[in-house]
């Protein structure tokens, strides 16, 4: 038997791309490995073979002969590296089918959730014949799923799942991943978030954040935005998480900003796709790229209660320096490669959760410049930080619950709403937007955390009025902030018995302190005596009495 014979043979289609590329050039530092570089030109997978090593082919799934092609080439396992798989509509798993058919494993690195989530399809198929079909060998599901694996055995509950990717703007840029990115802008795209399918705006959200550990180990603050992955669609089932976000961003402030303006002429419908300006963007991007860093980084972060039921955050980062951030998506596929040699993945068609471990990606960047790091840290919620944690602890549980935000929660309920007498009294409750008179109203209250705020949204019967709580004052004072429009009061909170309080202590009014004699009387107070949040708010004036008082009861949406 020759040494070549010996040797399994991989056919990564789309070789000579962005990151088929690196997988190759991963594979091909391993000499029992025998690497077909394939795609569409001739001269592009030559020229690539000839810097890198590996045998050139033509391959085109497209054509009428692929299948034939490929089972000549006899893989023992086939990489569609290729994408987008966005694109891949008639017939989306001819690849894999012709890889089954081969006689191959397939492997695939699809970043589409629509894809990656309905590759089951051929499970029956790749068992029969003792083959591996896994779809998303990437940095996500792949690698993110690793690390929520992980991570997830800190918690007793899970309700947030949020990936982070942030490239370094001197990383080279695929087509396909631009016209991935540029498919979803501006259009909408499916998420779960607090237990229920809704929808938010490919490339919104914009929030701008570090990731990784404080100092020049961590990158500094970058944009995010929202954006379709697949774990998006396999994330809340396979974990049990309340929600599952994705995010990624761009280096350069102007090009990110510039990538969320265009994002409205799609949301307003000015136009249908921004896909057909990939071309134009990649070139308008190559402009800027002697600007910014070749440093990037992922971040997987999970939020929920701990053993101990206190909220807690768990985080895997990993930063790769010196251009090495484009290596990452083909770590996975290099990963499995070797375990599909040694014999030891499953049989079965399914999206890549949980494949390896940790420690097998310590191993294949090894040569790399990438760190890694994990952290674990108490995360109190707005209220845990303010009353601190032994007084939290000590609230009946559906009050903590109501105050345990990691993202959004919505409850639901109803309320019987008192309007005060006087005229100015109902002029003011106008303004401030609060709920008209009412003996049994719908209400539906949406907590949304925004850093270290939170965003209240309260709908009475249709009316609603908005608030923004933060903290004032040092943790464990006791003392949060309500701002309604021009108007913040420091409001006192306290636990009488297992009544959670919250009378006013001072107020402001565009900045300038309130006399005591314009200062609301707060009569507020949540309970659960019965299982049930209930809450009593009620607001009065100095020589007005009563503004208005809303009782009633909540509890979590369920969708």
């Known amino acids: ?25 991963a594979l091909l530092r391993h000499e029992h490995l025998d690497v077909i570089v394939a795609g569409r030109s001739q001269q592009k997978a030559e020229d690539f073979c000839r810097r890198h090593g590996g045998t050139a082919a033509v391959l085109d799934r497209t054509a009428p002969d692929f299948a034939a092609a490929l089972l000549a080439l006899r893989p023992f396992v086939t990489v569609d590296a290729a994408g987008p798989f966005q694109a891949y509509r008639q017939s989306p798993y001819a690849v894999a089918e012709a890889a089954l058919a081969a006689g191959s494993h397939y492997l695939d690195l699809s970043d589409d959730a629509g894809f990656t989530s309905g590759i089951p399809v051929l499970d029956e198929q790749a068992r029969l014949s003792g083959l591996t079909v896994l779809s998303g060998v990437s940095s996500v599901p792949a690698l993110s799923s690793v690390a929520v694996e992980a991570l997830r055995h800190e918690f007793s509950q899970v309700d947030l799942i949020e990936s982070t990717i942030l490239p370094g703007n001197r990383a080279p840029r695929g087509l396909s991943v631009i ?16 237990g229920g399918w809704t929808k938010v705006i490919g490339w919104s959200g914009l929030s701008r954040r570090r990731i990784g550990p404080e100092g020049s180990s961590g990158l ?5 935005s929202f954006i379709g992955a697949p774990d998006l669609t396999l994330f809340p089932k396979v974990y049990n998480a309340r929600t599952v976000l994705f995010r990624a961003g761009l280096e350069l402030s102007l090009l990110h900003l510039g990538l969320w303006a265009l994002s409205w002429l799609v949301r307003l419908r000015l136009v249908r796709s921004l896909q057909a300006a990939a071309p134009l963007l990649r070139t308008v991007a190559g402009w800027f790229e ?102 939290f602890k000590a609230l009946p549980e559906e009050i903590r619950s109501l105050h345990t935000v990691f993202d959004h929660r919505q409850w639901i309920g109803e309320a019987k709403v008192t309007r005060g007498t006087s005229r100015l009294g109902q002029l003011l409750c106008r303004i401030v937007g609060f709920p008209p008179e009412a003996d049994a109203t719908p209400v539906k209250v949406t907590i949304k955390r925004q850093g270290d705020k939170e965003i209240w949204q309260r709908n009475f019967g249709g009316k609603t009025f908005r608030s923004v709580l933060s903290l004032s004052g040092a943790p464990g004072s006791s003392v949060v902030q309500e701002r309604f429009g021009p ?41 659960a005596p019965d299982g049930i949040f209930r809450f009593d708010v009620e607001i009065s004036l100095p020589g007005l009495g009563r503004l208005v008082r809303y009782q009633g009861w909540l509890k979590p949406h369920q969708y």
């Open 290 to 391: 002697r600007f910014g860093s070749d440093r990037g980084g992922m971040e997987v972060r999970l939020a929920g209660l701990g053993k101990d039921g206190q909220p807690l955050s768990a985080s895997w980062t990993l930063i790769a320096e010196a251009g090495d951030g484009p290596q990452i998506p083909a770590v996975p596929g290099a990963i499995l490669c070797k375990h599909l040699v040694e014999g030891v993945v499953p049989a079965g068609a399914r999206p890549s959760l949980g494949e390896f471990k940790l420690a097998d990606v310590e191993e294949a960047t090894a040569h790399l410049n990438v760190r890694t790091f994990t952290a674990k840290q108490a995360a109190p919620v707005l209220f845990q930080q303010a009353l601190g944690s032994s007084t």
């Open 179 to 194: 016209e991935a990115i540029l498919t979803q802008s501006g259009k909408p795209v499916s998420v779960y978030r607090d």
């Open 487 to 527: 108007t913040t009061f420091n409001i006192h909170l306290n636990l009488k018995g297992d009544a959670l309080a919250y009378p006013v202590r001072s107020g402001k009014l565009f900045g300038i302190p309130l006399p005591r004699w314009l200062l609301p009387i707060s009569k507020t107070a949540e309970t």
């Open 220 to 224: 500094s603050k970058r944009w995010s």
């Open 1 to 25: 038997m020759t040494e070549l014979s010996r040797r399994k043979r991989i056919v990564v289609l789309g070789g000579y791309g962005v990151f088929g590329g690196k997988l190759a050039e």
